[in-house]
């Protein structure tokens, strides 16, 4: 949790991110650290946590029977926010409390369906255990009808609730009854019956004759006995209480003798495995052996234990033993041997039961399936998504949507997003396409949007709004992310603004969403939109924060415009938005690049005294690089110490900048120094950028064999490799110095050529580094312009380069005019942090 509080604190995007935790914790049964995570989300502003979790937490809570805390969760959420679920919840635990007064508050607190959804037979429906447990606990206090104090009494609030009782009921009501009063105390429960609940007297008086008789339909005295204890024995089991289940087991066997159901002995066994207790699992497994009650539940709830404990022999051989006993494996069998299988990596022994279960006659089910996605991995092979899906496509049940959510987080993980579209587009053919929540459509337009399909990502925000799904903000922050990311800035801003429009679902744009919007036109330095974005912002009181500023901030600093980034800054005083380190980091970015470095610095000075941050790495390059392009080496060399006073240690992305400084003002010996000195003390191993750097300023001292040296120092460091730029500005440092022939020598290093006297080079993976073709064409035609030994010289290096690497300059007006007659590596290759920019094609 302190993890999570101090990453949200450092990336308050990551709100969305940790809101959705709870959900997914609770589907572990992580119920404490669910609840953890929620109470950290009221903690943060940014941190908006669906009411559908709180529902769920409550929920796995009643379970447990943690009235207390069922009522502590719900007093978290503003009571005109409580669901009818969430209310029902509540109600469930008062009345498993005694309080039918409380539990009543809240039942009529649910509204009442329309019209419509009791023709249509829609809305909310009561579950008929809430409504067994209230109307019970309302048989037992005489309070059926009306309440002391004039309120609706409980019948009446059920049957407001469209709930409808079934003989079975009434059996169980009156068999707990009839055991706590007798036949007289089920006396107002009959007359209630008859009167409001649909059953005539005669049926009343013959359930009651039956259970008097012991003959009831299985919801005798008896019966309500034993179901009690084995809920009593499952909610022991999760709380890891063996001892407190083996006592209400051997009560209940105390008061039974030896009478009871494989239901009861089932129910312990499994509450020996749940508390890790397997030697008394095995021999409680014997004794039912003995009496005769084992079935194909009491076999896997054993054999569960055994794989949780990695016994995979003595799992085979239970199966084994259960074949002999007449007992057939069904779907939990095979299913938990599966998921042992994909627990140990087993991919073999996974398919393997698979074809085993087919075998058997048993198919697979949607648990099957769900098992099987979660063992795809990146490194998973396409073929393995493709046959689970022919399983899924094949289910006797039709798919759900925990299901196909599986099927999604699978193809993502894997990146294959291909199948998810063809299998979407089978079911849709079907006619069997299951209707998918917000945060489903949410993950899959995100997984879209960072694929680059920005087509699919609005054909899924299309089929969101036929559907009539209703987005949540975290799905409407998944389909802003995808489309600015995909370089549709104007369109995320577009969807924003429609959603403003539409009041049911304004309250869903917040922060984050503006921010994202913010940022799409701040990468490609559109400013005025930037400003644009922000007066909207303001206009419709979407509050700014630290990371909403300090993007615009940033847009500011590459374009050059910091006479606009005062007005934010005097935004932030206003509305007590605090700056962090990038804020002052990008300010101080900001006027370097403008080249006012005198005024970085007085930013850089203002921030040390107010002493809340230390200046970083990051801010000191900075400036450095400001003061590189105004050559000011004596302020380059104070920031320097400045860095080693404050236990800063430089990077060579610092050390790249000052060799450029010393290089240019020809103190080529203290560059050289600086560099040993540096990368010794801070315990690292300069890199090409570095070399690279230092090739430069020999160049521009004009000490060409210096240069050339330190190609064969840098291929003797096996933690660098040589790169293409550095032998583009090898060889075209040779060409300024007027050496085009160690030029030649360069580019067959370059190549791995015959004849070359540098030492011998590569990458990695064994094959040439190469240069640009545009580097190449530099050099064919300062040779071909040359002396007669110039000219030769050339001929022969294209004739190395034609049959050796299968390349053919053509010297042209055109810097690109080139041909390329065999199997070269043209790739494009990224820019990098040493501000090389991009490269052209290579080879």
């Known amino acids: 949790l302190e993890e999570l509080r101090s990453a949200l604190k450092e990336n308050p995007s990551l709100g969305p991110v940790i809101a959705g935790l709870p959900t997914i914790l609770l589907r572990e049964d992580s119920l404490d650290l669910a609840e953890s995570v929620l109470d950290l989300a009221e903690e943060e502003e940014n941190v908006k946590v669906e009411t559908s979790a709180y529902a769920a937490l409550m929920a796995s809570l009643l379970k447990r029977r943690s009235f207390a805390r069922v009522a502590s969760v719900a007093s978290k959420v503003p009571e005109e926010d409580l669901t009818p679920r969430m209310l029902s919840i509540l109600a469930s635990a008062a009345a498993q409390q005694g309080s039918l007064s409380e539990a009543l508050q809240h039942l009529r607190r649910i509204p009442e369906p329309t019209k419509k959804e009791k023709s249509e037979g829609a809305g909310f429906q009561l579950a008929m255990a809430v409504a067994m447990q209230v109307l019970d606990l309302a048989t037992k206090e005489k309070c059926l009808e009306h309440e002391e104090d004039g309120e609706t009494g409980a019948v009446e609030e059920l049957l407001r609730l469209q709930c409808t009782f079934e003989e079975k009921h009434l059996e169980q009501l009156l068999a707990s009854q009839l055991k706590r009063s007798g036949p007289e105390g089920c006396r107002p429960l009959l007359e209630v019956a008859s009167k409001s609940l649909g059953f005539s007297e005669e049926d009343g008086a013959s359930i009651l004759a039956r259970l008097q008789n012991g003959r009831g339909g299985g919801t005798s005295s008896g019966g309500t006995e034993v179901q009690r204890c084995a809920a009593a024995i499952k909610a022991f089991a999760k709380d890891r209480n063996l001892a407190s289940a083996s006592k209400a087991f051997e009560k209940l066997r105390g008061s039974q003798g030896n009478h009871l159901t494989p239901l009861i002995y089932n129910c312990f066994l499994d509450a020996c495995v749940q508390c890790g207790d397997l030697d008394r699992a095995r021999a409680h497994f014997e004794e039912m052996k003995e009496l005769k009650v084992l079935d194909t539940v009491g076999y896997n709830t054993l054999l569960k234990g055994f794989l949780s404990r990695g016994q995979t022999k003595e799992a085979r051989d239970l199966v084994k033993e259960m074949n002999s006993q007449g007992l057939s494996a069904n779907k939990v069998t095979y299913n938990e041997l599966l998921h042992a299988a994909v627990m140990a990596k087993d991919r073999r022994s996974m398919w393997s039961i698979v074809e085993e279960m087919q075998a058997a006659g048993v198919q697979p089910n949607a648990v099957t399936c769900s098992i099987i996605l979660k063992s795809l991995m990146g490194y998973t092979q396409v073929a393995d998504l493709r046959r689970v899906s022919g399983l899924i496509e094949n289910l006797e049940d039709s798919i759900d949507e925990v299901l196909f959510s599986s099927v999604v987080e699978a193809c993502i993980r894997i990146e294959h997003l291909d199948v998810l579209t063809e299998l979407m587009q089978r079911f849709r053919q079907k006619g069997s396409c299951v209707k998918l929540s917000a945060p489903t459509y949410g993950s899959m337009i995100k997984a879209y949007g960072q694929a680059g399909d920005a087509e699919r990502v609005m054909e899924l925000w299309a089929e969101m709004q036929e559907q009539g799904v209703k987005p949540t903000s975290i799905t409407l922050g998944c389909l802003t992310e995808a489309l600015v990311v995909n370089n549709k800035a104007e369109e995320a801003w577009e969807l924003v603004r429609e959603q403003m429009d539409r009041e049911e679902l304004r309250g869903s744009i917040n922060t984050v969403i503006y921010s994202t919007v913010l940022k799409g036109f701040a990468v490609v330095k559109n400013l005025d939109k930037v400003f644009a974005v922000y007066d909207e912002m303001r206009t419709h009181k979407i509050a700014c924060n630290t990371i909403t500023y300090n993007t615009m901030l940033d847009a500011c600093a590459k374009a050059c415009a910091m006479s606009r980034a005062s007005h934010l800054l005097e935004d932030m005083a206003k509305t007590c938005v605090e700056p962090d380190i990038i804020t002052y980091s990008t300010i101080i970015k900001g006027y370097c690049l ?170 990695r993976d064994g094959r040439h580094v190469g240069l640009e073709m545009k580097t190449l064409e530099e050099l064919a035609s300062k040779l071909q312009g040359g002396s007669y030994e110039e000219q030769a010289a050339w001929e022969a290096l294209a004739t190395q380069l034609q049959q050796e690497r299968k390349i053919q300059v053509v010297v042209s007006a055109s810097a690109n005019s080139w041909s390329n007659n065999g199997n070269s590596n043209n790739g494009g290759r990224r820019g990098n942090n040493s501000g090389y920019g991009n490269r052209n094609n290579r080879y």
């Open 594 to 763: 403008e080249g006012d470095v005198d005024r970085a610095f007085h930013v850089l000075e203002e921030m040390k005294k107010d002493g809340k941050f230390r200046p970083d790495e990051i801010m000191y390059n900075s400036i450095l690089d400001g003061c590189a392009k105004q050559h000011r080496v004596e302020d380059s060399l104070k920031v320097l110490e400045e860095m080693k006073t404050s236990r800063i240690s430089p990077s060579n992305y610092t050390l790249s900048i000052l060799v450029k400084v010393l290089g240019h003002a020809r103190r080529l010996g203290q560059a050289f120094e600086l560099v040993e000195s540096l990368s010794k003390q801070n315990n690292f191993r300069p890199n090409v950028q570095v070399y690279t750097c230092l090739v430069q300023a020999c160049i521009h001292n004009r000490k060409l064999e210096r240069a050339m040296s330190l190609h064969d120092t840098m291929v003797a460091d096996v933690g660098c490799s040589v790169d293409d730029k550095f032998y583009a500005v090898l060889v075209r440092g040779c060409l300024q110095l007027r050496q085009p022939l160690k030029a030649v020598d360069v580019v067959r290093a370059a190549f791995q050529l015959p004849g070359c006297t540098l030492a011998h080079s590569a990458r």
